[in-house]
């Protein structure tokens, strides 16, 4: 009977270590993008090349809280991390206290200048646009704007007894914004 535990044992402890499991969610303290951001302008073609043939933003971190949602409300937060491949540049994109229902009408600002952010609550499409500029011979400034593919909820936690009241955070997949060039969007101009 106790070989019979044992192998029983064996077997879920098998069985737990083999299992796919959801990505987790870090502590709400631990969710925090600042608005603060690094930039690394590149001065070659490199930045021209990226921002011609696959502009995009990478999206990280992508988070969003829902206050009272179970009552109807949709009152929260939306933030994310974004990096800029073709200027290589990272930054984080905050809006708080916002109607998630409404975020469709109002753009958002990011940290860094000259981008901004929309988030659809019932979709979960994130949209995203902006400049950049690229430090080339002659120096260029880009613009556009696309929707993070894919996008998907990989978790939600609620914390029942928030100040703001209940609070549904829930953690987005990782993705990318596929930036479409607006048609003004390669303009040679002097940055001096």
Not at 3 to 17: E, H, N, P, Q
Not at 64 to 77: P, Q, V
Not at 156 to 169: A, H, K, Y
């Amino acid at each position: 009977m106790s070989r019979l535990i044992g192998l029983i044992a064996s077997l879920v402890g098998l069985a737990a270590s083999l299992a796919v499991r959801a990505p987790e969610v870090a502590p709400r303290g631990d969710i925090i993008v600042s608005n603060a951001y690094t930039s690394d302008f590149k001065v070659s073609s490199v930045c021209s090349d990226i921002s011609t043939s696959n502009p995009r933003w990478e999206i990280t971190k992508l988070v969003f809280t829902a206050i009272d949602y179970r009552e109807g409300l949709t009152k929260g937060d939306i933030r994310f991390v974004a990096h800029n491949v073709a200027a290589d540049t990272t930054f984080g994109c905050v809006a708080e206290n916002i109607d998630l229902k409404g975020a469709t009408d109002v753009w958002y600002e990011c940290s860094v200048p000259g981008t901004s952010f929309q988030f659809e609550l019932a979709t979960y499409d994130l949209r995203v646009r902006g400049s950049w500029e690229c430090k080339d011979e002659p120096a260029t400034k880009y613009f556009g704007s696309g929707t993070l593919a894919d996008s998907w909820i990989a978790r939600c936690d609620d914390f029942p007894d928030e100040i703001r009241g209940w609070e549904s955070v829930c953690v987005m997949a990782d993705g990318v914004v596929s930036a479409k060039l607006s048609p003004q969007a390669v303009s040679a101009t002097s940055f001096n």
